[in-house]
């Protein structure tokens, strides 16, 4: 439990989904007589279509089981098509295989001979409840313009939505085994759905929570998924943490961004009702909760994460207020599962971190990169002064693409690990753009 919300306040997307279910109502400190009455669904299931209900057994991982077109309110500005897909994958908290939600686009016009590269894409923190699947409620507008820019650069998008977000069970929130083997999986299916229109060169992409995705789907794909030829990845706004020897430089995160009494109540009750509840399916979030925080844990059950937040700002609540004083049976395991046991990462790898971003903060993005670098990992780190969070995934398309491109051409960038130094403190957010 000692390092953490620096990952966890990394993920909030500046501009995430729109509250796609109302909040009902509840005053600060009022709670249902029983701690488990009127919680909504214990894993965050339900309120999303028959198309994420696969009832047969989904068989070997990366297989298509099932896609239809993507309402006209939820595409892809200018792509050609754009499909919400169901495909099948592997558990990466518990043996089995599991079926999966995301969404496929392809570019506009035929596709050149042997078939557009792959984007494998991963999203950034919505929730854990199912109705805050992207293929569900749409990409933000920030990612919309993000996409599009890869798109136009002649990239398909296979955007998965991970384990248990859309589809049944609980959503294993920032562990990046799960995540990663939903990313491979989502490019393997629609490689074998479409192997006219695609080609078997793989781009991974993530921001945020998808960073780790990314790096996960990365670290795991030479055993997990060995037939996909993957030529990079692309993460920016990094939030994961290598269980690896600090160097001198290493700075550590204080208590109040790595302890769920201290953090933003919206976030931890992600991590308390997400990862820990992925992790122990025995235990039930609810017997963590003060009553003040119940309807808290409800919201998070039905809603996304703009709804906690807006919650927990309306009721004034702190994490101290919310979780009982003891959590480590639940949440004692959560940092062995979230940390990624070696640095050398199978490269090319770029990174983007934007000078301002003061929710993943720059000084744990210089830690991964610094860690990744001393394993011998093949890296590039670009900054942006004055870009935060948000607007740093747009800015760093400037500077990703051209890198894709250059993969794709059979180069590969050279490493600037040997010239990179500590960001410093975090800046301030340049208000001469939009971001």
């Not at 990663?180 to 999986?185: M, P």
């Not at 003060?290 to 996304?304: H, I, N, Y």
């Not at 046991?341 to 983007?352: L, S, T, W, Y």
């Not at 942006?384 to 948000?390: F, S």
Request: proline letters at 7%.
């Amino acid at each position: 439990m000692k390092r953490w919300l620096w990952h966890l306040t990394a993920l909030a997307t500046v501009s995430l989904v729109a509250s796609v279910s109302a909040v009902v109502g509840v005053q600060p400190g009022q709670a249902p007589a029983d701690p488990r009455a009127d919680l909504g669904h214990i894993d965050g299931d339900g309120g999303v279509s028959g198309f994420y209900d696969w009832t047969g057994k989904p068989g070997a991982p990366g297989r298509m089981l099932r896609q239809e077109p993507l309402p006209t309110d939820r595409i892809q500005p200018d792509a050609g098509t754009v499909l919400r897909v169901l495909y099948s994958s592997t558990s990466g908290v518990e043996q089995g295989a599991i079926a999966v939600s995301g969404m496929v686009f392809l570019p506009k016009g035929a596709a050149p001979k042997g078939g557009w590269p792959i984007v494998a894409w991963a999203h950034g923190t919505t929730g854990f409840a199912d109705v805050c699947a992207p293929s569900w409620t749409g990409t933000s507008a920030r990612d919309k313009d993000y996409l599009q820019k890869w798109l136009e650069a002649g990239f398909a998008v296979v955007a998965s939505d991970y384990e248990g977000l859309g589809t049944k069970g609980v959503h294993p929130y920032l562990i990046w085994r799960s995540e990663g083997r939903s990313v491979l999986d989502a490019a393997r299916a629609a490689l074998g759905a479409y192997p006219r229109q695609l080609s078997n060169r793989v781009l991974i992409v993530g921001q945020s929570q998808g960073s780790g995705a990314a790096l996960g789907a990365t670290y795991l794909a030479k055993d997990y998924a060995p037939q996909l030829h993957i030529l990079g990845t692309v993460a920016t706004g990094l939030v994961m943490t290598f269980d690896t020897p600090h160097g001198a430089d290493y700075v550590a995160k204080s208590a109040t961004l790595t302890d769920p009494h201290f953090m933003n109540p919206g976030f931890a009750m992600l991590r308390i009702a997400g990862i820990d509840r992925s992790l122990h399916p025995e235990l039930d979030p609810a017997d963590f909760v003060k009553p003040a925080g119940r309807a808290l844990l409800r919201t998070a059950r039905t809603a996304c994460l703009h709804d906690l937040f807006a919650q927990a700002d309306r009721e004034g609540l702190n994490g101290q207020q919310v979780f009982v004083e003891n959590l480590d049976p639940i949440d004692g395991t959560m940092n062995a599962n979230f940390d990624f046991p070696d640095a050398h990462m199978p490269g090319p790898i770029f990174v983007g971190t934007g000078l301002a971003d003061d929710m993943a903060g720059t000084q744990g993005q210089y830690n991964a990169v610094k860690a990744m670098c001393a394993a011998g990992t093949s890296l590039q780190w670009h900054v942006y002064p004055g870009e935060d969070h948000g607007s740093a995934v747009n800015a760093s398309a400037r500077d990703s693409i051209p890198f894709a491109k250059a993969l794709l051409a059979g180069k590969t960038p050279a490493s600037n690990c040997a010239t990179i130094s500590p960001p410093g403190p975090v800046q301030k957010k340049r208000t001469d753009v939009g971001g």
